[in-house]
């Protein structure tokens, strides 16, 4: 992805499914980078959430990157189906995964660019053998299922060794961080090596979006200036 250095993708998982479209394109215009999509199947996670029609809906409404987070089970079966309905990035779990190389493979022949994720409890070195091919790793700092729950104090040093680790084995991954992102510790995240920050309730639970995707801005600019 190019643009500013450090990127703001407001997760749909927060705003009013009533009026998805008007949301999406209110966060564009208020100056969002990514569109995230939490999509959840009642299984790995404790929710349940939207699939390929959504994001095939949302492709019309918003010329932004769509980054769609698969918190399912057995992924592999709907990467067709994701990157048919216009998805941009398809972002898997690690613990989803036993052929996590041959998924991250099989996403990017479809002309979708990878990520991997990891929940909380899982360590960075099941990502050893596979980070120089992934276009995006996303570093969960809540338990996926849920917006709003709070930052887990321990990410920020994982987020740190996910830099190192993206640095030593000089792969191309943006850095991704979802869970608790808020504006309060938006430079915490962003110094620890954060490039994109998911935000869920901090955008869609405020009353005006672009002041708080600017103040979002302007913790990235004192931290990086
Ligand atoms: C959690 C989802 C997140 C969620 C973040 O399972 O992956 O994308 O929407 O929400 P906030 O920013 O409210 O923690
Ligand atoms: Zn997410």
Redesign the pocket.
Known sequence: MTGPPVQIAP?I??ADFGRLAEEVSRVEAAGADII?I?VMDGHF?PNLTVGPPIVEALRKVTALPLDV?L?ITHPDSFIPEFAQAGANYLTVHVETCPHLHRTIQSIKEHGVKAGVTLNPSTPLSTLEEVISVVDLLLIMS?N??????SFIPSSLDKIVRARQLIARTKSHAVLEV????KVENAAEVIKAGAGIL?????IFDSSDYAATIRAFRSEAHKVLH
């Open positions: 997760s998982l927060s995230h939490d996670v987070h918190m809540v996926p299922g849920f917006g709003g729950q979802d869970g608790g992102v998911v935000a869920g309730s901090a």
